[in-house]
């Protein structure tokens, strides 16, 4: 186990534990963030309770992943410091300040009125309140923005110069504004909607599916349905640009992503790899199903084939990423849970067309309340896959085509990394466990129904007026009586 000894090896998993266990609460701060804005607004528009409670429910399990992102998020950013302390003085005057803006510009923001949120529904006026919301949310979206606009940076740096070792910034809007930066940050943007709406929408199955506050649920349901309508196939369009962007950028890592070790010529389509088991040491893929062409076609979608697919094999072995297997099963498992959930989304929309979806028999969807349940968990899944592949693929370099990797990491003993690894890694599952008990506790509990709503009598009965809505008192029958 040499890795064992090996400071690079441990910094780069050590930083990968970090990064992928804090992506799993931002993802749903952001999404869950738009959704209360969402449901916010429609309180204050039609004056329906039903919303008003939905924000109050669903603001718990915001607050809860909240406090989770920032405990596991400082100690990742610390690392720049600990472990890759001769990267961050290459490229601190660019890199540290967009850290810098992501912490005071969007996690300020998003901290700053997260209060009022939370405790300010009686304290202060509806609109102020629900302005309030709208600075959670942008907060919660802008860090998506700064950290994806520092990577991205990463993987395409434009704006300046390697200068004695120092990247001097040139022109900062220019290196802000890289090749990589809109696609992956529209990319990351529709990843942690759709990741949350299918997380709102499977607790949602999971009330319907065992009969409980079935019409409040219905509800929070057909929402979710309305907005991935959109999202789904947006987020795979998205996904096809970001793969595009990687063709022209990142050869090698394409090459990578579809295991292709032998290079296709300009004019001639690449076949695409639906599934390999590539072989690093052989340099070939040990068996492989594959379409023939059909990857030139995908990569220049309208387009003349006017660019070769280059093979890992044309690459210097010290100039292209290996773990080719990790990278491309991160790859296609992205790829496939995309359309799995589009495909979910595209089933429920035919039943809500059918007319399946009504209060009355909504329950009896029994095998689309499970599919829903089924899909909470893979927009996660897909998001930490996803990461692997941009950053394990942009490997040997730190800063891509600058910076190697094992130019960018301190010179501390491998020993000091594996301690704190151990740590990280013991800690991080005592806060998953935390989290999952909580919020598990949060699903178990389920909304507040007596809860008082702004504009109503405390004595007035809340009914939804929709119709064929259920009344609004649906706790069991023996806690009615």
């Keep these: 186990m040499e890795f064992l000894s090996d400071t690079v090896a441990l910094s780069r998993m050590q930083f990968a534990l970090t990064a992928l266990f804090h992506m799993l609460w931002p993802t749903l701060t952001t999404g869950v963030g738009i959704y209360l804005v969402i449901v916010e607004g429609l309180w204050l528009r039609t004056r329906n309770p039903d919303y008003y409670l939905h924000a109050r429910f669903w603001s718990k399990l915001y607050v809860l992943n909240f406090g989770i992102g920032v405990a596991t998020g400082i100690p990742m950013e610390f690392q720049f410091g600990t472990n890759w302390a001769p990267f961050s003085e290459a490229v601190g005057n660019f890199f540290g300040s967009v850290i810098g803006f992501e912490a005071a510009w969007a996690f300020m923001l998003e901290a700053a009125f997260l209060g009022i949120m939370l405790f300010g529904w ?59 930066a809109r696609n992956s940050i529209l990319h990351m943007f529709f990843a942690t909607l759709e990741t949350s709406l299918f997380v709102i929408g499977g607790i949602s199955a999971w009330y319907l599916l065992n009969n409980r506050f079935p019409a409040f649920f219905a509800k929070s349901f057909k929402i979710v349905l309305a907005t991935t309508i959109a999202v789904a196939p947006i987020q795979i369009y998205m996904g096809h640009l970001s793969g595009e962007q990687v063709y022209h950028y990142q050869p090698a890592k394409l090459a990578a992503m579809e295991a292709q070790w032998d290079t296709t010529p300009a004019g001639q389509p690449a076949d695409w790899s639906l599934i390999a088991l590539p072989n690093d040491k052989e340099q070939r893929n040990d068996w492989e199903i594959s379409i023939p062409n059909a990857l030139g076609y995908i990569l220049e979608f309208k387009k003349n084939l006017s660019e070769p697919v280059i093979g890992l094999r044309d690459f210097k072995p010290d100039e292209r990423p290996h773990l080719i297997g990790l990278i491309y099963y991160s790859f296609h498992i992205m790829v496939v849970i995309g359309f799995f959930l589009a495909a979910v989304m595209g089933i429920t929309v035919l039943q809500w067309l059918r007319g399946k979806l009504s209060p009355d028999n909504i329950v009896q969807q029994k095998w689309l309340m499970i599919a829903w349940m089924f899909s909470a968990p893979l927009g996660f899944i897909a998001i930490d896959s996803g990461w692997i592949v941009r950053c394990t693929g942009r490997q040997p370099w730190t800063l891509y085509k600058e910076i190697r990797t094992v130019d960018s990491v301190s010179n501390i003993p491998a020993s000091n990394v594996l301690t704190s690894l151990i740590c990280f890694a013991v800690v991080y599952s005592l806060l998953f466990v935390a989290t999952l008990y909580f919020g598990s506790r949060i699903v178990r509990k389920g909304p507040n129904l007596d809860l008082p709503v702004p504009g109503l009598e405390p004595n007035q009965p809340v009914v939804d007026t929709t119709p064929g809505a259920f009344a609004r008192d649906e706790r069991p029958v023996e806690a009615q009586q």
């Design 122 to 180: 009686e304290r202060v006026n509806p609109s102020i309140h629900f302005l309030s919301t709208i600075m959670v949310a942008v907060g919660a979206n802008l860090s998506t923005v700064w950290i994806l606009t520092a990577n991205s940076w990463m993987q395409s740096p434009a704006g300046g110069e390697m200068i004695n070792g120092k990247f001097v910034v040139t022109d900062y809007f220019q290196a802000m504004a890289n090749p990589f």
